[in-house]
């Protein structure tokens, strides 16, 4: 049982953390630089394609876990903080009515 509701906890960060980061996205005031990264984020999350393959070992698989958090970083320092506080606002909102 205690396995079920960590898992239901961690579904739940990632829902809020979606949510937050389609905001950000969607928001006017976020640079188009951040807007981008945030794109090339998403991008090499789903395409096919990596940087580094993935039968290299090891590495192959460990590009995703640096890459797509470093884009996700730099897309976040080149927000203002206003932009990120309003955003951060409005994903218990959105979780609310969902």
Known sequence: MR??????????RFKAEVLFYRALHA??????LAKSLLWLALGYLVLPFDLIPD???VIGQ???LVIIPLLLY???KLTPVSVRQACRELVPAEQDQK
């Open 3 to 12: 396995l079920r509701a960590q898992l239901a906890t961690l579904a739940g």
């Open 55 to 57: 039968f290299i070992p």
């Open 62 to 64: 460990l590009d995703e």
């Open 27 to 32: 928001h006017p005031q976020t640079p188009w």
């Open 74 to 76: 730099l897309a976040l």
